[in-house]
């Protein structure tokens, strides 16, 4: 199965079904089940802005499964749509209007038992048994 490494708290929010998008300076045409890598980096001033939301960040492990159903290109329409989303959880796209990239729609996050494992760039792929 695919896996996408993110880091956190990203990659829980998006297990959590917070956020919907992880944005990439590249497009991919995949579309199907996925795996959430939780990745060993931090980011974290983006921790602190979602400390009130009392939830663990597991890092170097997979942490959820959801389903990649679309890449959008992120343009003026797009952060428009993302502000009207959540504009808390895609602040830092909707304000950084230089950015140029895309979002990677994930839908119906399951979280999983954790998996430890290293990640690694881009897509990647992982022999997953449910």
Request: with cysteine; glycine share 6%.
């Amino acid at each position: 199965m695919k896996v996408i490494t993110i880091k956190q708290p990203f990659a829980t929010l998006i297990a959590e079904g917070i956020k919907e998008y992880e944005f990439r300076t590249w497009r991919t045409k995949y579309r199907g089940e996925i795996l959430i890598h939780a990745g060993k980096g931090v980011n974290k001033k983006a921790l602190k802005k979602y400390k009130h939301l009392n939830l663990e960040y597991p890092s170097g492990c997979i942490i959820a499964k959801v389903n990649l159903t679309d890449c959008i290109k992120i343009d003026d329409e797009a952060r428009k749509m993302l502000s009207e989303k959540n504009s808390l959880v895609y602040s830092s796209v909707i304000n950084d209007t230089e950015w140029d990239g895309y979002g990677f729609k994930m839908e119906n996050p399951i979280k999983i038992q954790p998996i430890e494992i290293n990640g690694k760039l881009s897509l990647w792929d992982y022999d997953y048994e449910e």
